[in-house]
Structure formats: structure tokens, C-alpha cells
T-cell receptor, first 114, second 114 residues
Framework: KAGVTQTPRYLIKTRGQQVTLSCSPI?????VSWYQQTPGQGLQFLFEYFSETQRNKGNFPGRFSGRQFSNSRSEMNVSTLELGDSALYLCASSLANKASDEQYFGPGTRLTVT | AQTVTQSQPEMSVQEAETVTLSCTYDTSESDYYLFWYKQPPSRQMILVIR??????QNATENRFSVNFQKAAKSFSLKISDSQLGDAAMYFCASQPASGSRLTFGEGTQLTVNP
């Protein structure tokens, strides 16, 4: 069974631009969560989608948004990029949105904002 | 709200020896899960071990075991017979039983010396 895939793996953008990251969960998984990892702030929860609905949102500004499609693939969008948005963005998928379901992480997208 | 604290930014161990990584947490949830994740240089987050808070028995996975002290809100990871492949960043995390939002600690960088 294929694992969680994230595209692109690496991305360089300029301040003020916007970016869209994609996450394809493991087949059959309906929950997708997004995390931001930076050296200063560590791993922080962005949001979680289950069956195309946002179920939970972390403490990030409105510039960070996401969505989930009917095939459970998810995208996150960051508008008006800032230097501080440079990070590794990880997504994780699970069968449902219960803690008893193991979350499987993708390899991440490394975003650099210049 | 949940918080997770790892007080050891770095640890080292000799190959074949045993090492213990510390983690304390705080949560307002009555039911929750605790995890140890491993993140090698590839950045792929891998689940090492999981503990359900309502279970008193400590979880074990091969060479990995936990010491879960619920009253003290402590959740340490013991790695026995350390191998070179165990070298990685280790994250302690908590998750409410009702959802899939993970709260991570700051991480402990483990070095395994040959």
C-alpha cells in the first residue's frame, strides 16, 4: 500500500507570493492533518480535515487555509508569504479522526521564502 | 489544552547500551493517548510506540518501552540495545482520544556512538 505523498518536496517562493501544497493520503484514509515544523517553534498543528470538512484548526493566521477533496486528497494554501513561513510542512493521514487510528506522516514539503 | 515538555535537547548513547528519554505532559482531557515519534535525517516522522492513557500497563515494542506515570504526568521512552539506526530526533506527543490533533514536545536529538 502506498504511503502518504506530498508534492512538491521542495519549493522556493518570494515574500508576498502565495503557495499551494498537496497531500495525498493512504488509500482509504479519510482524515488529513497538517503540521508546520520550524527550528524555533517546533511542530505545530495547522488544521485537520475529515470527509471534506475542517474539524480542527490551530492557532495560525487566516493566510493559512486548506481544503479536502472527495478523494481525501488535501491542499493547504498560504497567501502573502512571509519569511517566517519558511518551514517543513508535514501532513498526516489516518482512517478516521480518532486517536485510536494511527497517523501516518508524509515526507514533507520544504518551503523556503526569500 | 495540552502541553508536552522534553527537557533533554540532546542525548547520546553507546551502541548496544540503554538510554532513556524523558517527557512530561499536561492535559485537561480525561482520555488521551501518548506517543513517541522518531524523525531521522530524512525528516519522515515514524511512530515508535503508543500508550493509551487508560491502560496501566506500559507499552512495549521490541527494544522500545515506555514508563508511563499517569499521576506524575510522565512518559519516558527506554531504548534497549541501541543501534546506529536509532540515531534521530525523538518527539513525545499527546493526543485527545476524541480527535486527531497531536501536540508535540520540543524533541530530543539522540546520537548513537559506535
Amino acid at each position: 500500500k502506498a504511503g502518504v505523498t506530498q508534492t512538491p518536496r521542495y519549493l522556493i517562493k518570494t515574500r508576498g507570493q502565495q503557495v499551494t501544497l498537496s497531500c495525498s493520503p493512504i488509500s482509504g484514509h479519510r482524515s488529513v492533518s497538517w503540521y508546520q515544523q520550524t527550528p524555533g517553534q517546533g511542530l505545530q498543528f495547522l488544521f485537520e480535515y475529515f470527509s471534506e470538512t475542517q474539524r480542527n484548526k490551530g492557532n495560525f493566521p487566516g493566510r493559512f487555509s486548506g481544503r479536502q477533496f472527495s478523494n481525501s486528497r488535501s491542499e493547504m494554501n498560504v497567501s502573502t508569504l512571509e519569511l517566517g513561513d519558511s518551514a517543513l510542512y508535514l501532513c498526516a493521514s489516518s482512517l478516521a479522526n480518532k486517536a485510536s487510528d494511527e497517523q501516518y506522516f508524509g515526507p514533507g514539503t520544504r518551503l523556503t521564502v526569500t | 489544552a495540552q502541553t508536552v515538555t522534553q527537557s533533554q535537547p540532546e542525548m547520546s548513547v553507546q551502541e548496544a547500551e540503554t538510554v532513556t528519554l524523558s517527557c512530561t505532559y499536561d492535559t485537561s482531557e480525561s482520555d488521551y493517548y501518548l506517543f513517541w515519534y522518531k524523525q531521522p535525517p530524512s525528516r519522515q516522522m515514524i511512530l515508535v510506540i503508543r500508550q493509551e492513557a487508560y491502560k496501566q500497563q506500559n507499552a512495549t515494542e521490541n527494544r522500545f518501552s515506555v514508563n508511563f506515570q499517569k499521576a506524575a504526568k510522565s512518559f519516558s521512552l527506554k531504548i534497549s540495545d541501541s543501534q546506529l539506526g536509532d540515531a534521530a530526533m525523538y518527539f513525545c506527543a499527546s493526543q485527545p482520544a476524541s480527535g486527531s490533533r497531536l501536540t508535540f514536545g520540543e524533541g530530543t536529538q539522540l546520537t548513537v556512538n559506535p
